[in-house]
């Protein structure tokens, strides 16, 4: 995980500093600890007037009514550019003002992973595409756990594929999923 959280900051202080940015987890005691761990980073260390990153964070812990007005602040404050979430934030929210999901870890199948990405990918977006960043570890689990989604979605695309005549069925060996357009 601390592997992970440098690669966050990296992320979140240089590639994608200033842009609305989703931050994933399956695990509440994840989103606490990035929560706990990004608080007080400042895009300028050395510049003292510098703001630090406002975080916000939907989970099934926050009522609906937090959860609401997090989702909103996110969505229309230039303040708050990160929110931290978990599956609850999955379901029945438009987030369509973020252009990134950096996955911690991520969903244990395609169909929620797709979910998730699906909450950006909104009428009303401003954004032609959105970019997934998945943290993979190689040689453990997560990767074992990413292959295993993989090879899951390629064969659901075969069988759908092989009912769909019309459908040419294309060489995905590449792991490279990550850009999803409206």
């Not at 708050?80 to 999955?90: F, G, P, Q, R």
């Not at 792991?175 to 409206?182: M, R």
Request: net charge negative.
């Amino acid at each position: 995980t601390t592997v992970k959280l440098e690669e966050i900051k990296r992320l979140l202080l240089d590639e994608v500093a200033g842009q609305k940015v989703i931050i994933y987890s399956s695990f509440l005691t994840v989103i606490d600890y990035l929560e706990e761990r990004l608080a007080g980073l400042k895009p300028d260390s050395q510049d003292k007037t510098s703001k630090p990153l406002k975080i916000l964070r939907i989970t099934g812990r926050e009522d609906q009514e937090e959860r609401n007005k997090n989702r909103k602040l996110f969505t229309e404050s230039d303040d708050y550019n990160i929110l931290l979430v978990t599956t609850a934030a999955v379901k029945a929210l438009n987030l369509q003002a973020a252009s990134i999901i950096i996955c911690h870890d991520y969903p244990m199948t395609w169909g929620k992973l797709r979910q998730l990405v699906g909450r950006m990918v909104r009428i009303g977006s401003d954004h032609p595409m959105v970019s997934l960043i998945c943290l993979i570890a190689r040689d453990t689990v997560d990767q074992d756990m990413f292959d295993k989604l993989y090879h899951t979605q390629n064969d659901v695309e075969y069988i759908i594929g092989a009912l769909d005549k019309d459908k040419i069925i294309q060489d995905q060996s590449s792991l490279d999923h990550t850009d999803f357009e409206k």
